[in-house]
């Protein structure tokens, strides 16, 4: 080999391990998450599932979570007042699950779940209060699929999940989560799919069996019907790609609901881009909401930068999310985005103070691996109103923070998360976390401005 080329070779090598270091050291720092050298990798032996029965034919799954929770000011941002809401509970949550699958072709499944809020002054009412509430007992999925892997028929009580889940998700952080009463298809290859599904969402009742609209299930009326197709390609190589389309329908006094959703979704592969990632959502609505004309967008974009050589694998992001609110509440209009059925937790904040509704919101990401069972990431959240005519909803995209006042400034304040997760063993995970939300001007001209802490530990067991 050429001297010269060698020495360049180790020199740009030096380089390289010296960027790496750096990047881990400076978040740790800052982060506050001790560095450690990542052991080397050893290659686990292949373990059998123990609920696993007749070469597969029979699948037990189990799963136990358990969550305390501790909450200051996160609903009124008031210290002056000790309401139920600033206080601290346990959510515990059981689930048990049988799959049957006889051949490759037909696949029956069903799965009970049981969820409780503990040593709390809450109600323990599903959604009073903030509450997650009790659901004793129930019937979470129960479905049957026909068909193999490229072309099946899935019917019954099932989750549905599509791209991050910024617009329908199952919610898996909520103690209940969230399932539908469905059918769907699915067609497609190893390169794209495509899938039609038609369902309505089950409502959580604590005292009689949980049904969706098919079944009356909240005794409203408003027989929705929620339905789309789902396109997903990775043709382009360096990417996924996905074009969606779906449609609400809803029954009202006030009037109906009928709007279509049409969307799209890109996401990069860091491996292909040379550390590099972006993503991008952006999504259109026409139609009615409560027999008013709806036309409403919502955007999300971001990107960011992985050490993958790294053992710690650093990464750096940034992004902004987008919705539009209304801006006139008495003309017949409707400006405001419909967030559908997400998991909005994963992406405007842990402390589920809101939603992909009216809302500005950048934000500036970091993650580190500092060993190979523990991960740590800390955001760093801003938000303004996009439009201070309309309200400040939260997570759930129903709930109001304050009365709308259209003078009020529309910096509501930013919000900084770390979050750390342990894979103990196969089956056991451990979670903590904490939150501080810095109050803004919006708070300020409407009411009581305090800052809100949220702070929690979990842990869940599965099989």
Known sequence: MNPLNNTKLQTSMKVKSLTCLLAAVSFTAFAGAPASKTPTPVQPAVEENPLSFFDGKLVFDVQERIRFEYRENNFDFNSKIKSVTDDSWWLQRARIGMKLAPTDWFTFYVQGQSSFELDSDRPN????????????????????????????????????????????????????????????????TDKWSLEGFASSVVVINKDKFNESDLFDGNNTGRGQIFSGLYFSTTLVPVQVTDLYAFELH??????????????????????????????????????????????????????????????????????????????????????????????????????????????????????????????????????????T?????????????????????????????????????????????????????YLKDTGAHSDADFAYAMATLEF
């Open 250 to 387: 809803e029954e009202g006094k006030a009037g109906d609901t009928d709007f279509v959703t049409l969307g799209t979704r890109m996401k990069g592969d860091a491996k292909k881009l040379k550390g590099f990632d972006y993503e991008t959502e952006m999504a259109v609505q026409f139609g009615t909401v409560k027999g008013k004309d709806l036309n409403a967008f919502a955007g999300h974009w971001g990107t960011g930068y992985n050490w993958l050589d790294c053992a710690m694998k650093p990464r750096i992001g940034v992004e902004y999310n987008y919705a539009t609110g209304d801006s006139n509440a008495k003309d017949g209009k409707v400006g405001t985005f419909q967030n559908l059925f997400p998991t909005n937790h994963l992406f405007y904040g842990y402390m589920d103070a809101f939603s992909w509704q009216n809302i500005h919101n950048p934000a500036i990401t970091f993650s580190l691996q500092p060993t190979k069972k523990l991960s740590v990431k800390l955001d760093y959240h801003f938000f303004w109103a996009a439009d």
């Open 389 to 441: 005519h309309d309200s400040w909803y939260r997570a759930n995209g129903v709930t109001a923070v304050r009365p709308i006042n259209a003078n009020a400034n529309s910096y509501e304040g930013s919000e900084v998360d770390l979050t750390l997760k342990y894979k103990a063993t196969k089956n056991l995970t451990l979670q903590t976390g904490y939150s501080h939300f810095f109050a803004g001007s």
């Open 125 to 188: 009412t599903p959604g009073a209060l903030g509450s997650e509430g009790d659901d004793a007992i129930d019937l979470r999925q129960a479905y049957i699929k026909l068909g193999k892997k490229d072309f099946n028929v899935t019917i019954g009580r099932q989750l549905l999940s599509y791209g991050d889940e910024r617009l329908v998700g199952s919610f898996d952080w909520n103690n209940f989560g969230r399932s539908f009463d469905a059918v769907k298809v699915h067609y497609g």
